[in-house]
């Protein structure tokens, strides 16, 4: 890929920053610390990204609400990461110890609350938006609901699959989207158009984010391989190779049952699926899905964001962490 | 107290627990299920109550408003005691098993983000208002920080007390209070008063719960006594008891400041707290904010609902549990 999918976005990403700093700044010192530790780990803002280019590829000139919502969703964003972490145990995000590890639990979970506070106090820049803002953190609560009574089911439906990963990432962007191409002035059909390409883009990323976990080079977001086979989670490539008649499925089946795993159970696991072609297969779904997300952008006009978005659905099925 | 201070408020507090219960429906039933477990616990609508007791003494008329924006604070409330029980590994709240001791503490931590996303979505109905409600909701971040640094410290000042308890209870009951008389139309001076009504009430109520913990028949919320004790936490009696000159403040102190206590250890402070005048004292300022309160409404019209704001008044140095 020539061109970055941000590059076009250097300056208003930048203000997204400020934003995002402005708003941790706290008089306890400690929830700054700590909200500035997520934001930090939280990586290549492709949620203020998608909805910068949803903004500007439909001609938007109110840039500082844009900025204001964008760093809106960055900030909702990473309250979830923060309480995920805590309720997923997880040692460490991206290589970094995880701010319930370093901190401790409690000061965690406020700080999240903090997060999604200013969130929503940023959100309400643009008040007839809430709705929508609302929807999708009620569909984030809703999927991870629907994942903890899905775990250890060796037989979760595509669909449930589907329903969770729609919730927990593809409703989200969606939203993101169609805000950003609200306040940047777009028609009815381009605020749909863009809303469905994100949708699918955040189906497909989370299809991948799945893969990584089974065959990254240091697993997913820093975190070690097969974190979805130790904590028994839905995830596709998996659930492939397990409800398939593979030589191997039923043994995988076993060990997903399992409370406890031991660590050589787990590489088990993992040699057993890439004995699958189940890595394949959801690699292809997720083409598929970026296929139609790349065919919402036909109505929206010709310009460096619209090649933006373009470029940002190849970098999904092109990322390697 | 002749007259109960929420007579007025039976038919408005009736359509608050219906829009309560319209804004925590979900397709995941267990949602709907843990937030209706800590709501129903959440005792005596004190907040929804002063929301639309402010709405109403200054002439208020969009009822369906006040009623959103009472219910939205609920939501939130609600939240924040979902979060403060994991938190505090609290067993029973109200006398009921604790929702995270129920349901465990992944489902009680999404379950809270549910409630907060509700509560700012309602919210949402009077977006000016906004930044009033996030900021309530940072103070309570604050506080909570705040407190947690001041864990073990047998000397917090007085001061610093103050703040703690001003950001978790006195300064989100001043924001309902300004909510309630801004939507029902009230003058600046009207929003001001109530405000600085609320402000006091808030303070008082927080001492007065700080008492229970250390007095009460069963305990603050249906815990046991001596919670403040066992978690080694800011109250305004202990602390009293403990910087204060009497024959028992050093054994508190030593007591206060370790890790681990036993139950006998709780029982030897509760009896050394006793034994001085400390919880007298505490009353007395509990009671000067009362009347402080009570100066507030004096430009406030006389109705019935500023009646009530009297009789809320006393009822929380009244209260017993």
Redesign the interface.
Known sequence: MAVRWDAPLHDDLRLVEEEIARSVR???P??TEIAMHVIRAGGKRIRPGIALLAFHSVGGTDLDRAVKLAAAFELIHS??LL?DD??DGSDTRRGEISAHRKYG???A??????L???G??LG?EA?EI??IV?DA??A???S???Q??EERDSETPLETYMSIIGGKTARPIEAIAQVGAYVGGGSAEDIAALGRYALNIGYAFQIVDDILDLTGQEGRMGKPLGMDILESKANLSLMIAMQGHYPGSERIREIFQKGEKTAAEIDEVLELVRATDALDVARDHAKRLRDLALASLEGIPPSIYRDSLVALADSVLERSS
Chains 1, 2 share one sequence.
């Open positions: 706290s008089q306890q400690l929830l309250a979830t309480h805590i309720n639990v409690h000061r979970l406020i700080t999240g609350d903090f999604f506070v200013q929503f106090r309400g008040p809430i709705g609302a953190c009620v984030m609560a809703e991870e609901m629907l903890i009574e």
